[in-house]
């Protein structure tokens, strides 16, 4: 499996970005989907997962704020980010997996990332 990230960049806080991640080589096995980043000098921590049945999980940090989606006709995963904050800046990494809980022992590949940067 492949995760190919795309759309991080620098915005201001209250604004908006999108993420995508186009995966290729998909496994029958592969259950979930998500995204998770890692701000400068932290952990990597769970933002978002998706299960293949569209259900979904979010961090408590930005519930109403953020949405994962997936359009399987395009083998893509999003992450809609709206009222960003500056503590949502890190690098942000799409991930593929077995389960629908926010850990990384869930995820089995994941992608190389791309930066977001929100700025006050």
């Known amino acids: 499996v492949q995760l190919v990230e795309s759309g991080g960049g620098s915005v201001q806080a209250g604004g908006s970005l999108r993420l995508s991640c186009v995966v290729s080589?998909?496994?029958?096995?592969?259950?979930?989907m998500g995204w998770f980043r890692q701000a400068p000098g932290k952990e990597r921590e769970a933002v978002a997962v998706?299960?293949?049945?569209?259900?979904?999980t979010y961090a408590d940090s930005v519930k109403g704020r953020f949405t994962i989606s997936q359009d399987n006709a395009k083998n893509t995963l999003y992450l809609q980010m709206n009222s960003p904050k500056p503590e949502d800046t890190a690098m942000y990494y799409c991930?593929?997996?077995?389960?629908?809980?926010?850990?990384?022992?869930?995820?089995?590949?994941w992608g190389k990332g791309t930066l977001v940067t929100i700025s006050s």
């Open positions: 080589g998909y496994q029958y096995s592969t259950y979930s």
């Open positions: 998706s299960g293949r049945d569209v259900s979904t």
């Open positions: 991930a593929a997996g077995r389960c629908l809980l926010l850990e990384d022992y869930c995820m089995d590949y």
